[in-house]
């Protein structure tokens, strides 16, 4: 931690900067410079000090602003886990060399519905199936999923079919009965920063997609991360899903795929991106795709519908199954060239 | 509703959209125009009919764009409820010509803090004391609030110095908790889109404090509001805290004080705003603030600490007493010119 | 600055960074931490020098980060010229006690509209008559302004009026002819960063108004600012005007107002805001502009016009007279509830 | 153009607005609806009517919000040029079949340097060798470009290696000086909305290559095109460089590679991305190449330097000679991948 002193910042301004840090058992450090005086911690600060002496120093007389020049994530990040996780899900590896597609519907309709999609996704080569049961919805008047019925379709299915299942969890109660019907728990982009929830699945051993919120930083993405490995679980997926829009004229949000080179950089855990929700239109679906497996990501999230036009949610961002079907025979050509399967 | 179709959209694609209005039991209008056709659907549409209706006219050949011409929200709108709503709290009405101001600790940290913080924001003239129990923090190593026993604090120091309270809530099976220790129940900016949070508290009757969240444009948040009122609980209090800003160089968050005349205008629900989340630090809440009171807010929500140097969240942009007295003294002031009181 | 290695960094890397800034002519600091080394520069850095000494550790092995502890800007900044600069142009000073508002039409379309514009907005109390003789437009096919004629008119009507006048400039090449003509040149938001023009009103002596681009942060309107000041003119007159929103359903761009108290603190020059470009409707323009002031605005940009309906440009966002002199009157007295005239 | 009025508009409201339509020569719909009247423009509206009868529309009493249904832009719309344009330079055709890769340096420092930059890129595969001569910095303290001087090395280099070659041009009154010694001008992201520079390079035919402002919508962005071509010069490159981010802890800017396609299916014009301005460090420019290509960009701009440490401008984000070679081998097995050459 470094903390920059106004320019005219009085000697006892900068004794008391001082005196504070040794009394929170740290060593200070006066750096003498040009325009102003720069004082350093010269100590690891425990991962709980660290926002409270930030808050601290803010308050002191003569204080300009305060640099953090370590991480605020520590167990999601790169500097204590050199290796990269690989999250394994039903022994399908997440974030090894292959790169893994887990598609299927925006919302479980039917049991007609999610196995016409099982069908389309396995034959086309995906691994895991998607779908919803509770749905996060901007309008109350729109439909919000069909709960536990849902997932028993989603575990019949899933099991019949042989494909590994991945649906999203928006109540820390519902945890455990989410658990029992699918192999992965989602926690979509609106509940990011919903902690009760990441406190809950943090407390399970089971795999975690972790979405990013439309206006996250990706420190407070691996932020959220840091809660679930914080807990005990270290099986966490993050997923890339576009960010707040400059407008929304032609997509929904703004893929970031820059994201996926630096996480895969700052931390070792695995990343994969979707872009159906990032664009919201089926026939930017399939360029975003192959962006993402070019860019470095290990999986991708996609929506595929058997009939967009009847589908009760998103239809408009869903893949027919053919458009699936081409564009996983794009993805693996994309993968061999970037060294992946 | 208004179809845009494509330019080289056929006599079919045409008839293809005006079958399909039809089909749902509604009227369709074929407005030709000069690049491009347009249909318009002459009806009202229900409420849960205007999602799915929108995505499968957006799946259909031919469409360009669907454009809205009746807005996502009803119970919320102005158009439909044209006076003012006014919240009363302990006979306090927020809403009306008084501007209310809700002030005190960001967090709950001991009996002896708060009854000074209470004092003080009492002295000043404060009508409602503002204290965290449950805290959301983007870290885990963070301080997280004293829980159930911080409620009782919040309860017991309410009632003897005479003020209403207003605390958050973060999980809906807390809610009842909640309720029973405070007057007004918080949901803050990372939950505004948490909705079985928001289907809760929309069960009982006990007023809200709704705040945006960093991301969420002004249909999101006041649909996040219908869904409070659509549960059948009208006493929505919004509250504007800043969206995510250019940097943060400077200041947290970007306070949108204009959202105070566009949702004045376009929505009967009383609106307030928090001037301290918003800049993140105490020496730019009294100048936001004063312009808060300008631009038409209903009240103001603060953060003030007997001791912000000792407080154990958000001390760098919470307000001493004695700067918070005479920020109290402004705000008369301003509320006067504006013809508030 | 100060720099931050990576924790892996080798001794060998540490001593490279400290022999580059030594090379440099400048004074390394070895601050062991906790995490990481980090390696502070003891010595002031020449402006010139600010820039390439950061890329270059940038480019080293080794470094993970690097942080500014002083501002880049120098003569805007308040740390080396505490006192409040007062721009005066024709006896009107800016930056005083006195909150000075510049009003009057988008364009100059005719001696009559700017008349009557310039009559309206004087009798209201304004001191200085705004009107656009060239103007930037997004569409080719949007009226681009009636260019010298238009100067000539502003000049005539001014100067009968007794009101100072303030215009756009657009192309380095007509600084001279647009100051011949007008007291204020105005370098509009999309024209921040071009520094051509920035240099060439900086060889002059005129006050310029140097309105925020949409997307600049306060740094680097700052540095623009800094190019003029460094050029020789002291007489800039800061213009927040709205960045780019996160939707336009209601409003054009966001006002930033919190920047007016950042502004203050940070640099000495006046800083004034536009409320009508920011809101894009002339019926959020009032209560922006109260918040303005109370806020500490030095002043206002108000765009009035004698008919909205038949403007050729702006028309929606342009006040009439009777609202700019009702709103004139709420002004005096916010301005007098915040201790200014 | 479709006018939605407010619910509670009354007859003579409508009346009025349908009264302006038919005076502005346009045939006015009326479409009765659910919530609120909708009157629709039936007639084609004249590109240099389309925003004085949108604006006096929202001056007019009554009226809620005005929509679009035809698009701004014209000229570079594939609505009225329905196959892809394709500029050649130099007999190097962009927008075709072939990815074409422009690089050099971020500024031309001297002789050595150019010519080191030119061999490596040329001999890595790239057809186009780029490098600034006159640079827009934010701080007035940083290196500006050798001016006239590095123009003269570009041309004599360019010549000499066979090289075709692309500058920036700040000045309008410099567009002739740089037509003169480079085969492509460049309009910087920071000179989107420069319309005097657009207008003058509008007048030439040279190919342009016009990089995408930080907050420019794809809308702005098109409309800054047509400023070109309706100066009559048909020979525009979109460039894609990043949009502001969220956050400038890890990237510079937001690369918004969803653009890629979407300019691609609503205009003609060639689309190329500059990976190494949106990222800003060397070590993400490979991924997002790639990403770029697998996107379907027509093409590349990147930032390479013989000794990025050296550099005056940009090290950290210019590629080392080997980089760049082993970045080229990549991009020619994606190129094939998604049926490119």
């Not at 979405?211 to 840091?226: C, M, Q, V």
């Not at 795929?257 to 630096?262: K, R």
Request: hydrophobic share 40%; aromatic share 4%.
């Amino acid at each position: 931690m470094i903390i920059a002193m106004k320019s005219g910042a009085t000697a006892d301004d900068i004794q008391g900067v001082m005196d504070r840090i040794e009394q929170s058992g740290m060593r200070p450090l006066n750096l003498p410079g040009g325009d102003r005086t720069v004082i350093g911690v010269a100590s690891s600060i425990p991962p709980d000090l660290r926002e409270p002496l930030t808050e601290l120093m803010l308050s002191l007389p003569g204080v300009d602003h305060v640099t953090q020049v370590s991480r605020a994530f520590k167990l999601t990040s790169r500097e204590f886990h050199a290796a990269d996780s690989i999250v394994t899900v039903k022994g399908i590896p997440i974030g090894g060399k292959e790169v893994i597609v887990m598609a299927g519907p925006c919302a479980i309709e039917s049991s007609e519905q999610l196995m016409d999609a099982a069908k389309a996704v396995k034959s086309a080569g995906a691994r895991i199936l998607r779908g919803g049961a509770y749905k996060p919805r901007s309008s109350p008047y729109a439909f919000q999923g069909l709960g536990l019925d849902g997932l028993k379709l989603l575990r019949d299915i899933g099991g019949e079919m042989g494909l590994a299942t991945v649906t999203e969890v928006m109540d820390q109660h519902d945890v455990e009965s989410v658990m029992e019907h699918a192999d992965i728990l989602q926690i979509g982009a609106r509940n990011m920063q919903n902690f009760p929830l990441l406190v809950a699945v943090g407390k399970t051993n089971h795999p975690i997609v972790l979405k990013r919120g439309p206006a996250a930083t990706i420190d407070d993405w691996l932020l959220s991360a840091e809660y679930i490995l914080n807990g005990g679980n270290p099986n966490v997926i993050l997923c890339e899903r576009g960010v707040h829009p400059l407008d929304r004229t032609y997509t929904r949000n703004t893929l970031d795929l820059s994201a996926v080179p630096v996480v895969k950089e700052i931390s070792h855990l695995p990343v994969i991106v979707d872009p159906s929700h990032a664009t919201g239109h089926a026939k930017y679906v399939a360029p975003m795709a192959k962006a993402a497996v070019a860019a470095g990501a290990d999986g991708l999230l996609i929506e595929v519908h058997p009939e967009p036009k009847e589908a009760l949610c998103d239809g408009p961002q869903s893949m027919r199954p053919e458009q699936f079907t081409e564009l996983m025979e794009s993805i693996r050509s994309i993968a061999r060239a970037v060294g992946r399967t």
